[in-house]
């Protein structure tokens, strides 16, 4: 057996593994990329930790704590409850603001399970209380969070953009954010209507206010700034940080804390303190926003490297507040970060190795090159309904990169946006971290029937999608 079809068996094995097994696929490719490295290629360590990508690194580090640290201070509760107010609380409106908060959350850098781990909880709180179906609003999350993931200043954006520039072939930033966006905002008025939204739409009423008239901005009374969840928790060292902020809070019971909080850092009880909440802003609030906005024109008008620059905006908030803001640093999503360059790492030793060439050779030896575009389609689909989107991007971008270089008459611009979205979208499945969430956020559902719905529905878009993204951008 050549070391190449080893590398290929070790890659496959490791995706079992991390989806068998609660283990991070980081690790389990780090130790890949050193056996393999070591004694398949016979490689030294040093060779072997050349790839790894110290900018893609620095890039989800800097973005991750940012985007911590506008979770911790409120920034993104008092969002959504200003788009709740725009639209004067109506029904129908409520899953659109969640599908469009949650794009806009993976858009500036949130990783996509942190986004759904926020707006899910609130997205099917609402559905419980106001009669929306539950299956509609946690698909219109997740297709919200994987529609804005490809923005080229995202972490799916920035793992895809990276390699296609470091393959040297052509590469458009917002055409791979546009199809993703655009994709999955069809699905999402799909299933707006699939699930009852003309229904919601005829209904004329306004969500009621706590105090019994008017709009209510947030009708669980949920306090404006929630500690980042999900796969941003990093245990010990944020529950450390968190201790210290009630430490100092006690010492200084005149102080008010960012969220608008009293001095025990609850937020104030009742339809008034509710309402209190709902109206407060902070200086914190408006420097977060300006920082996203500075974030945004700095890397795509001035070019400047996302990670420096993300770190910067987060260092300037963090001596805003500097002890509300200690935790962001333990909520970089670490676990993601040690997949990601795990995974990367062990790409760059199959592709010293000669495998990434000889699988592109091997594709592009097939008979049809559009029927070889549309298998990889499918690859990654079938994978990722199963395993981590950015371990598969990770690893299967660059063994497409071949196939596209040898002139096969495959768009590469098109192909890479086919393969992205067919990547991603599949994330519904109840197998993937997303599904999950929606499945164990559902309030007042049979979770078994919720379950096998999930199941179908993510069956139907890992066999639909790859089809539908190929035809649109590929063959067409």
Known sequence: ?????????????????????????????????????????????????????AELFLTLVGITFLFAQAQNNGTITWLVRLALRAVGGRIAAIPWIMFGTAALLTAVGAVSPAAVAIIAPIALGFAARYGINPLMMGLMVIHGAQGGGFSPISIYGGITNKI????????????????????????????????????????SRL???????????????????VPAQGPQIFD?????????????????????????????????????????????????????????????????????????VALTIGLLLSMIAPNLQKRAIAQVSWP???????????????????????VGNSVASLTSPLVAALLLCFVGAVVSAFASS????????????????????VDAIGFIAAMAVASTIVDVSPFSTNGALVLANAQGVDRDVFLRQLMNYGAIVTLVAPVVVWLLFVVL
């Open 390 to 409: 950015t371990a598969v991007l990770g690893s299967l971008i660059p063994l497409a990169v071949p196939f596209l270089q040898q002139g096969t008459g």
């Open 164 to 203: 296609v520039q470091k393959a040297g072939l052509p590469l458009s930033e917002l055409t791979t954010a546009f199809a993703s966006l655009g994709v999955n905002l069809a699905v999402a008025l799909l299933l707006f209507f699939a699930f009852g939204g003309l229904r919601l739409m005829r209904e």
């Open 336 to 358: 993601e970060i040690m997949l990601i360059v795990g995974v990367s790492t062990y790409v760059g030793v199959m592709e010293k190795m000669g495998t990434i060439s000889f």
């Open 207 to 225: 969500m009621p206010a706590a105090g019994g008239g008017g709009v209510a901005v947030a009708p669980f009374g949920t306090p404006p700034a």
């Open 1 to 53: 057996m050549s070391s190449q079809m080893i590398s290929i068996y070790v890659l496959v094995a490791m995706f079992i593994l991390a989806t068998v097994l609660p283990i991070n696929m980081g690790v389990i490719a780090f130790v890949g990329a050193f056996l393999v490295g070591t004694l398949v290629a016979g490689m030294q360590t040093k060779g072997i930790m050349a790839g790894f990508p």
């Open 236 to 308: 010990d060292a944020e529950g450390e940080s968190l201790m210290e902020e009630r430490l100092i809070r006690e010492r200084s019971p005149d102080s008010v804390v960012a969220t608008g909080a009293g001095p025990s850092g609850a937020a104030p009880a009742g339809p008034a303190g509710a309402a209190q909440e709902a109206e407060k802003a902070t200086i914190q609030h408006f420097a977060t926003v300006a920082g996203l906005v500075a974030l945004a024109v700095l890397t795509l008008v001035y070019k400047l490297d996302i990670g420096f």
